[in-house]
Structure formats: C-alpha cells, structure tokens
C-alpha cells in the first residue's frame, strides 16, 4: 500500500486592511499619499499665482527704484510723517472696531450659546452672521450713505421731526471716524462665528464640579470660565484687528478726504500721487502692513494653540 501525500495549496495572507471577503487591492501608503498630493496641487497652484507670486512681487517693488536698480530710499519713506500717521490712523481704527465688536460679539455668543444648534434661533443668527461678516465694500458703504448719509433715510427722519442733525459739527461719516461704524457692522458677525466654538467648549462637568465644591456663578467665571475663555478671546480679538487693518473697499467707496489709512495710500501711489519722488511708495507701504500683519497673526496662532488645550 503506496502512502500518499496531501498537497496543501498555499494561501495568501490577506491584508489587516482589507475587509472580509473583499477581493480589492489595498493601495498602499505611498500611492494615498501620491493621490493626496495631486488632490492639493490645483488649490497649491492657485495660491501661487493669486496670492504668493503678488505678494512677493508688490514688495518686491519696494526695494528697487523706477529704473530697477536695487534701493533703500523707497523704504525709508515709511519713516515719513504722513505715512507714519496713516499707519497710526489703520491701528487705531482696527483697534477701536476690534475691541467694539469682540465685545458685542462675545455678549451675543453669550446670550445665544445656551439656544439649540437646531433651533430657529440659533439657525437665523448663523446664518445672518455668516452673510454679514462678508457683508463690506462698496454694498455696505452705499447701505450707510443711504441710512445716515447726508440725505439718508435715518437724517431726514432726525432733523425733520427730532431736529437732530447728526451733521452738525462736520460729515464725519466721510472721514476717517465715520469708518467706525461700517467696520463694527462687519466685526461683530464676525466675533459669533469664531468665538462662538470657544463658549461651546466649556464643559458642563466643569460647572457641576464648581456648585458641588459650594462655589457660584461669579466664582465659576471668575476662576474657570474667564481663564479657559481668555486665549480664545484675545485670539479672536487680533483675527478682528487683522481684518480691519487689511479692509480696503468700504473705506475707499466711503472716505473722500485724504488718504487717511494705508490701503488708501497704496491706492494712491499706485495712481502716481507718490510721496517726495519715490516711484514705487506702494511696495513700501505693503511691506509696512505685511509686517504688522505677521506679528498679529503669529500672535493669534499662539493663543489659539493655547486655547486649542481646553477643546480636546
């Protein structure tokens, strides 16, 4: 009697990442990482063209003279008494609508963060903030000449039934000052949709531990709310600066004397009203605000890593 031999056909391990049954190729790691690199390359090239390559080039423009010779001179105009008051008039407007609507913002936060995410409340002013914080330009300048403008709605209303004339000492509303109130308009939508996450973040358990331990709602912000909410609050409070300091359109459709803040200065060197002979102030100029730029942004990227700590 022959003994014989059983064959055992060899079996290939199946991969951990494949599900039971399923007959499909896994990709491997490089290949999703390949696929992940093509998926990113239009909006990279995108930003490349629209926003790096102008950026170098406009200061780039600083640096070199009409004839393209490399130069110092047009930087140091940004030591001149007009550029340096208009950049103190962009810093202080940016702070003052900052500081407004980070305010206004955090109390309607605060009234509304209690509402349910699906009710109508919550729903409507959602979506109003939404709309209105990208709500500027030439839209929102012509909303206010038509509500208080010197012929608006709101100023016939006044002097002819109040004899209020909001006018009577200067048209503010065309001036620097009268930026404010547009700036605030587009700030406080603004401060709901960033600071907003930041209320939800407090954990119930953190309230309950308080009243257990016998503290009360003025020891629970004074010693837990206030301290986790304070990063996200001064972060959000640079993001509404950076936003002001880089408006242009609702300033430039609204203001009509002078150059009062930088974009409108920019504006102006680059319609040829330049400053002392320096062909090209404009890539100076935006080398001033690209600075002042980073460091509110690298300072709002530190707080918000802060502040991140409490919403894991």
């Known amino acids: 009697m022959s003994s014989s031999t059983v064959v055992t056909p060899a079996v290939e391990p199946r991969s951990a990442a494949a599900p039971r049954g399923s007959t499909r190729p896994v990709p491997s790691r490089r290949a999703r ?50 550029v340096l008051r208009g950049f103190g008039t962009s810093i202080a407007l940016s ?48 909303a206010f000449i038509a509500t208080i403008g010197i012929q608006g709605g709101v100023t016939v209303l006044l002097r002819d039934l109040a004899g209020i ?44 531990a308080n009243a257990t331990l016998g503290g009360t709602t003025a020891t629970f912000w004074w010693r837990i709310g206030i301290p986790v909410l304070w990063p996200s609050f001064l972060g959000s409070l640079l993001l509404l600066f950076a936003n002001a300091f880089s408006s242009y359109a609702t300033a430039a459709a609204l203001t009509s004397q002078g150059q009062s803040i930088v974009p409108l200065q920019i504006r102006a060197a680059l319609t040829s009203e330049t400053l002392l002979g320096r062909e090209n102030l ?18 709002y990227a530190l707080l918000q890593r802060r502040a991140d700590r409490w919403r894991r």
């Open 33 to 82: 990482g390949g696929a992940a690199v093509w998926g990113v390359a239009p909006f990279a090239v995108y930003v490349a063209l629209f926003l790096v390559l102008p950026t170098v080039i406009a200061l780039a423009t600083g640096f070199v003279d009409e004839d393209g010779a490399p130069t110092l001179d047009t930087v140091a105009a940004l030591g001149d008494p007009f």
């Open 95 to 142: 702070a003052v609508t900052a500081v407004i609507g980070a305010l206004l913002g955090a109390l309607v936060s605060y009234a509304i963060v209690s509402a349910r995410p699906e009710g109508m409340l919550r729903s409507v002013i959602d979506a109003a903030s939404g709309v209105l914080a990208q709500f500027g330009g030439v839209m929102l300048a012509f």
């Open 165 to 208: 004339d909001i006018f009577a000492d200067g048209v503010w509303l065309y001036e620097s000052p009268g930026l404010i109130l547009p700036y605030i308009y587009f700030q406080v939508p603004l401060m709901i949709i960033v600071f907003l996450p930041a209320l939800e973040s407090l954990k119930p358990q953190w309230a309950e």
């Open 282 to 299: 404009a890539g100076a100029l935006a080398l001033g605000m690209v600075v002042v730029m980073v460091i509110v942004m690298t300072l």
